[in-house]
């Protein structure tokens, strides 16, 4: 069974850094895009970036590029999303997501909530 | 980046309702289209891909249509599990987008 396991939610002052992650099971992790999306409270969807584990090749929305860095280690079927600097505006649901065809999202995680307030 | 417009914004129908959405893309996507299932609380839920083709385990009542700018979702009759907000992607280009969403209200 094909599944996508993310961290637990996560509560920062602005100006802290966050990496959360997002560990895929029940597939081959390196021949599949993992995808980041964004979900602020009551609003829509959001694509930021996606990474193909098996050779690293990342895609960035300009929206969020410089902004945030994705990355995966294939060695443990995992991708990351990470801030060096969080703003409330980051305060969202991320979701990561499995690419069955580049951004066509087949399986996705449960999400994880950042929070981000002083 | 390609715009995609989803319209309505909102729309109230009742059980057994034949229901449509309509997504328009800011230029040619071909069939690069997909369409997205949310309830509250939940992540989304592929329910088409390449605009016409039914995902997995998806019930037959969903359908999708279009190419080029102009696409649509169809329920065919509406089940007390369908009311949700539905979204439209393009992966055609990155960066990909998705619409704004369309949220389904029981009337």
């Known amino acids: 069974e094909v599944q996508l396991v993310q961290s637990g939610a996560e509560v920062k002052k602005p100006g802290e850094s966050l990496k959360i992650s997002c560990k895929g099971s029940?597939?081959?992790?390196?021949?599949?895009?993992i995808g980041w999306v964004r979900q602020m409270p009551g609003k829509g969807l959001e694509w930021m970036g996606i990474?193909?584990?098996?050779?690293?090749?990342?895609r960035y929305s300009p929206s969020f590029q410089g902004q945030v860095t994705i990355s995966a280690d294939k060695s443990i079927s995992t991708a990351y999303l990470q801030w060096s600097s969080l703003k409330a505006s980051d305060t969202a649901m991320y979701y990561c997501?499995?690419?069955?065809?580049?951004?066509?999202?087949?399986?996705w995680g449960q999400g994880t909530l950042v929070t981000v307030s002083s | 980046d390609i715009q995609m417009t989803q319209s309505p914004s909102s729309l109230s129908a009742s059980v057994g309702d034949r229901v449509t959405i309509t997504c328009r893309a800011s230029?040619?996507?071909?069939?690069?289209l997909n369409w997205y299932q949310q309830k509250p609380g939940k992540a989304p839920k592929l329910l088409i891909y390449?605009?016409?083709s039914l995902q997995s385990g998806v019930p037959s009542r969903f359908s999708g249509s279009g190419s080029g700018t102009d696409f649509t979702l169809t329920i065919s009759s509406l089940q007390p599990e369908d009311f949700a907000t539905y979204y439209c992607?393009?992966?055609?280009?990155?960066?990909?987008?998705f619409g704004q969403g369309t949220r389904l209200e029981i009337k």
């Open positions: 390449a605009a016409s």
């Open positions: 990474i193909y584990p098996g050779d690293s090749d990342t």
């Open positions: 230029q040619s996507i071909s069939s690069y």
């Open positions: 997501a499995r690419g069955g065809g580049s951004s066509t999202f087949d399986y």
């Open positions: 992607q393009q992966s055609y280009s990155t960066p990909s987008t």
């Open positions: 029940g597939y081959s992790f390196t021949s599949y895009w």
